[in-house]
Every structure is written in structure tokens, then in C-alpha cells.
């Protein structure tokens, strides 16, 4: 279970999952060594573009799960179910809505903001939101 409003320690629960299996490690271990080797050779640019696509599949996860963290206003613990990191809330949260919410806008501002510098980071994310979206929208017609 993770405190209330402890970012630091909600982001460290939520890198154990998201670093907790030996594919998510060994990923992150290529990723270094091939940017290693691109930087070495002097392929920079297809390697850049592949961290970018890796590291925003990351930075999408941390970025949906901490904005439905701070808005849902109650203890959550960090599960990991059906291949997908979820906040599961311990008691009743204030506002589920707000959290759903905030827990959709903020990578899409992330990914939208990010569109213009680096645009593979940026449309991974939108996509990312885009499908979460959809998924959200289909367990409230069900």
C-alpha cells in the first residue's frame, strides 16, 4: 500500500512493476547498449528514434498512473493485472471521476507538447491516451 499524496514513494512502487519482470530489464539493458553502439558508430538518429518509442511507453505509465494517484484523494496500492499496471483504491476515493480524468488529460498534454521536438515520443503518447480513451469509454457503455 502506498501513503496518501507520497509521490516518491508511489513512483518507486511504480517502477518495481514496471522494472519487476527480467523482459522489462533486459529491454531497458538493450536500449542502453544499443545507444551505446549508435553513439560509438555514429547511427545516432535510428537510435534516438528507438529510445524515444521505448521511453515513451514509460513515460506514459508513470504519467497516467500519478495524475489518477494525486486526484483520486484516498491510499492506493500499485497492482499489476491482465498485462496492465493498475491503481487499485483502499477505501472509497473522493472523486473517481476527477482521477479517470486527469488520469487521460495529462499524457495527452505530455504527448501534444512533446509533438514538435521529438515527434515519435509525442505520437506513441497520443496513442497511448487514445487507446486508454477507448478503453475507458467501452467499460462505461458495458
Same mark, same amino acid.
Given at each position: 500500500m502506498v501513503? !496518501? !499524496?507520497? &509521490?516518491?514513494?508511489?513512483l518507486k512502487a511504480l517502477t518495481a512493476k514496471l522494472l519487476g519482470t527480467w523482459l522489462s530489464r533486459l529491454l531497458v539493458l538493450l536500449l *542502453? /547498449? /544499443?545507444s551505446l553502439v549508435g553513439v560509438l558508430t555514429g547511427?545516432?538518429?535510428?537510435? /534516438?528514434? &528507438? @529510445?524515444?518509442i521505448v *521511453? /515513451?511507453?514509460? @513515460?506514459? @505509465?508513470? &504519467?497516467?498512473? &500519478? @495524475?489518477?494517484f494525486l486526484f483520486i484523494d484516498s491510499d492506493v496500492e500499485v497492482a499489476y493485472e491482465d498485462g496492465a499496471l493498475t491503481l487499485r483504491a483502499v477505501g472509497e476515493p473522493r472523486w473517481p471521476r476527477l482521477a479517470v480524468a486527469?488520469?487521460?488529460v495529462a499524457p495527452g498534454v505530455l504527448g501534444a507538447a512533446a509533438l514538435g521536438s521529438f515527434p515519435a515520443f509525442g505520437l506513441v503518447v497520443l496513442l497511448l491516451t487514445l487507446?486508454?480513451? *477507448?478503453?475507458?469509454l467501452a467499460d462505461e457503455v458495458e
Open positions: 501513503a !496518501r !499524496r507520497d &509521490v516518491p514513494g508511489f *542502453l /547498449a /544499443a547511427c545516432y538518429s535510428c537510435i /534516438a528514434n &528507438v @529510445a524515444e *521511453l /515513451a511507453f514509460f @513515460a506514459y @505509465a508513470y &504519467v497516467h498512473e &500519478v @495524475a489518477q486527469c488520469g487521460i487507446i486508454t480513451l *477507448l478503453r475507458y
